[in-house]
């Protein structure tokens, strides 16, 4: 965020007061009484109040404003979730960004920091559009389609955005109209799986930061167990659910006429390898879809409170890494009837995991 600090500036009301330390930098700290960047600190009610303010200004004012309030993910929905509800009440648009995300990516910061389960919170307001990209292109299209949607065409929506702060390499957007167009509707194929090499395929679907960990677990399934993958970005299961419920509605009032299907029904149907499913929050959230899945579908997820320790270990011990991943992928095979239970059973030795590890929502009674 440095450079906005210099090119839109810092609002302060008597402008710059003061020479910052970093005056001879190229970016340096500059506030103006012009400023576009409110830097509210740490008041998480009164930057939500400046965001509905900012929202409404294209009735109040007639001047249509962008807000990006960006902050922690933790104290987003869970902190201020009345007021983001309040905005669905005044019609306010806008994107809300939240950063540092995921019950693991936010290495050493614990429970009162590591946020698992804003998207389920999000997922209950109507007017919320919500995004978990794992790619810095989905980010850019997101962006883009959110002020068409809110700017262009007038929806009276809030985007929900959340961003991390894990540094991972960056691919270029993948060629096809449907790479584009999945990214908005949640769901598309990131990459093919390997038909050169025969052997039991399976789908990889990956979001947010736990994307790494997909393609890392994509390696260690061929490498070491003969196993092709192919790769799934899910950028929302909040929309992919609700599109599905639309249509699901349609055709329980529609009984003699042709069924509709949904964006995720059209894009997995007549393919029967099973799905593993792996995120950075709980496991009801890619749960969301499972009604609509028909073959062996595995959620992998962080339920149960952050801890404090490295990202390796967190995603371990909350069995979302690449080894949990590719185990997942081999039971899944197994339930299949494409490897069998002995298979899964060896790999999950093989890749070092205790199987009889209690998940830290499990409480002693």
Known sequence: MDPLFKQVGIYAPFGQRYEPVDSELLLSYRESQSGQVLEEGITEAGSMASFQAAGTAYATHAVGT???????????????GDQVWQSG??????????????????????????????????????????????????????????????????????????????????PALPSGASVTEGIHRGLYQFAAADTANAGARVRLFGSGAIMGEVLKARDLLRDRFGVQAEIWSATSYSELRREALVVERWNRRHPDTTPRKAWLQEQLEGDRAPIVAASDWMTAMPDLIAPWIDVPYLVLGTDGFGLSDTREALRAFFSVDAAHIAAAAMVALSRNGDRSASDAAAAIKELGIDPELQPVFVLDR
């Open 89 to 170: 009440d005044a019609r306010a648009r806008g994107f809300l960004i939240g950063a540092t995300a995921g019950r693991t990516t936010l290495a050493g910061e614990g429970l009162q920091h590591d946020d698992g389960h804003s998207h389920l919170i999000a997922h209950a307001m109507p007017h919320v559009v919500a995004y978990d990209p794992a790619f810095a292109y989905e980010m850019a299209a997101l962006v883009r389609r959110g002020i068409t949607r809110m700017y262009e065409r007038g929806e009276d929506i809030v985007y929900y955005v959340t961003i991390y702060n894990e540094n991972q390499v960056q």
């Open 66 to 80: 962008i807000p990006f309030y960006v902050f922690y993910s933790m104290f987003g929905f869970q902190r201020v």
